[in-house]
């Protein structure tokens, strides 16, 4: 089955640019790669997802290489509200609709 | 519109009991998931509804754990005998349908089930 492999946590400062890397070696041929932000006490809410190369949209950039076994989420200059677990979601490999989130990257941003 | 709602907030049950948690999807979401957060933990697969095909129950860890869903409309989850270990938050989540926007998934607040 696909598994995910994500830091465990990571530190930064205001302002500065945050990459979040995510290992998907045995991710299928139709899986779709997507990114989640946790807060405490709430549910994921979806960030970007994307297919294969480079993604963007107004919360973050997505990178995907050409063999798709990683992925990088990429924040452009955190502020203290960006605190909180980042997860990389990849479909079992099986190229079925369940779905496998990793165990996350707790972001912490610092004044 | 109405995002996902989940009912109870909160459960506090004591060991044995049966529970059931609710789930409301986003209207129009043919695609239902469950899933289980343990305290620190990542989420946990637990079953997945699409329309009226036969859902995926390969996540459930017991066959205490058993979920229903309505067509394409309310799910519950039931817990039957419960047990200190099942303590957790227990997260709904809907999309549409299709390999791309099942990884899209609109998040519930959860159920925080405390088994004493």
């Known amino acids: 089955l696909a598994k995910t492999t994500q830091p465990i946590s990571m530190d930064s400062y205001e302002g500065q640019e945050v990459n979040i890397t995510c290992s998907h070696n045995n991710i299928a041929t139709n899986d779709y790669i997507t990114w989640y932000q946790q807060f405490p006490s709430q549910g994921p809410r979806f960030i970007i997802q994307g297919y294969k190369t480079k993604v963007t949209n107004e919360v973050a950039s997505l990178f995907i290489p050409a063999d798709r076994k990683s992925s990088t989420l990429s924040l452009p200059r955190v502020s203290l509200s960006d605190t909180a677990v980042y997860y990389c979601?990849?479909?079992?490999?099986?190229?079925?609709?369940?779905?496998?989130f990793g165990a996350g990257t707790r972001l912490f941003v610092k004044a | 519109g109405a995002g996902v709602s989940q009912s109870p907030s909160n459960k506090v049950t004591e060991k044995g009991k049966d529970v059931e948690l609710r789930c409301d999807p986003i209207s129009g979401h043919t695609a239902l998931y469950w899933y289980r957060q343990r305290l620190g933990q990542g989420l946990e697969f637990l079953i997945y509804?699409?329309?009226?095909?036969?859902?995926?129950k390969s996540g459930l860890p017991s066959d205490r754990f058993s979920a229903e869903r309505t067509g394409e409309s309310v799910s519950t989850l039931t817990i039957q005998r419960t047990q200190q270990e099942d303590s957790a938050v227990y997260l709904c989540?809907?999309?549409?349908?299709?390999?791309?926007?099942?990884?899209?998934?609109?998040f519930g607040p959860g159920t925080r089930l405390t088994v004493t």
């Open positions: 989540a809907s999309s549409l349908p299709g390999t791309k926007s099942s990884y899209e998934q609109y």
């Open positions: 979601l990849v479909g079992d490999g099986t190229g079925g609709f369940k779905t496998i």
């Open positions: 509804f699409q329309g009226n095909s036969a859902p995926d």
